[in-house]
């Protein structure tokens, strides 16, 4: 679930907390770190809760549209009711568990969110265009994805609620949201009961990574800061960015510590965390000083990466 660039992210944040705070305390921000990461896997189970709780109030809705309208047979909320992917989420035991033992379930309390976003759905053209078909699996699950990425994701008074809520989130929000779409696209019918509760790391080494990067970017803090000062010389050192000096330490890390990771794959990450983090200008320094970088550390042997093209 978690992806490599965003653990990167992560770290990033911790090198630059740690930095900031001039602590020196690294176990407790590892710590923060590892519950951080922890937190995105809440978020996604946030998210399920909160489908799982918009078709719990279609049918509830049903339920009273029936007995109010009885002789008119009144059916607006059925079409939400009988959709096969939201029946498969509410129904799935693995998933609900794993909401109920996280106590993540937030729209228990606050319900306003999921009639709000229930009226916006029934209001929507998605909705009334999907009303009117002969639905099959794929219809329901086009369905749900369309409302998830056009109406829930983007709704901004859900975001300034998990923005709220949890400081981390902030950052994960988009992470989650695209790895759902990407669930709820590859799904089939009768998924096993798992489907719905992946782990948070792809691996073991994922896990390791997480904290292997921050610890070896901040143990190694004064051989860093003196490969990367050293190619400085045709800059203002106190006019480059606290953030583009944290990425590059932490790819020059990566270039040193991690033999299994391609220097150009690590390039090409920090510079795209650049984009999302840093200055307009931050792509063309970076990738300058760790090219330098590079060829120094190879020149003197020091890269030694395992595999086939890894250099």
């Not at 999907?130 to 829930?152: G, L």
């Not at 390039?267 to 200008?281: H, Q, V």
């Amino acid at each position: 679930m978690i992806t490599r660039r965003h653990i990167r992210a992560k770290v990033m944040q911790s090198v630059y907390a740690l930095q900031q705070s001039q602590s020196q305390d690294l176990d407790k921000e590892l710590k923060f770190l590892e519950e951080s990461a922890a937190n995105l896997y809440d978020l996604y189970l946030l998210q399920f809760s909160l489908l799982t709780e918009i078709h719990k109030y279609a049918t509830h809705q049903h339920n009273i549209a029936q007995k109010k309208y009885l002789t008119t047979n009144n059916n607006t909320h059925l079409a939400i009711v009988n959709n096969q992917l939201l029946c498969a989420i509410s129904q799935n035991n693995a998933l609900q568990d794993a909401i109920e033992n996280a106590h993540i379930n937030l729209f228990d309390v606050h319900y306003e969110y999921v009639k709000n976003l229930y009226k916006d759905i029934c209001s929507s053209s998605i909705y009334e265009q999907y009303s009117t078909q002969k639905n099959d699996f794929n219809t329901d699950k086009d369905f749900v994805i369309a409302i998830f990425e056009e109406i829930i994701a983007p709704n901004d008074e859900l975001y300034d609620f998990i923005d709220d809520y949890n400081i981390t989130w902030t950052d994960d929000y988009p992470v989650v949201n695209s790895y759902i779409v990407k669930l709820l696209t590859n799904l089939r019918p009768n998924p096993p009961q798992k489907y719905f509760t992946p782990s948070l790391y792809n691996s073991d080494e994922e896990k390791k990574y997480l904290t292997d990067l921050l610890k070896k970017t901040v143990l190694n803090d004064d051989k860093l800061k003196k490969l990367v000062e050293s190619k400085l010389t045709n800059w203002d050192k106190e006019r480059v960015a606290i953030l583009d000096l944290i990425l590059i330490k932490m790819a020059v890390s990566e270039f040193l510590y991690f033999p299994s990771i391609p220097v150009k794959v690590t390039i090409n990450e920090y510079l795209e965390l650049a984009k999302d983090y840093s200055t307009s200008k931050s792509n063309f320094f970076i990738n300058g000083i760790l090219t330098t970088v590079h060829k120094q550390l190879t020149e003197s042997d020091e890269i030694k990466k395992i595999g086939r093209g890894l250099l």
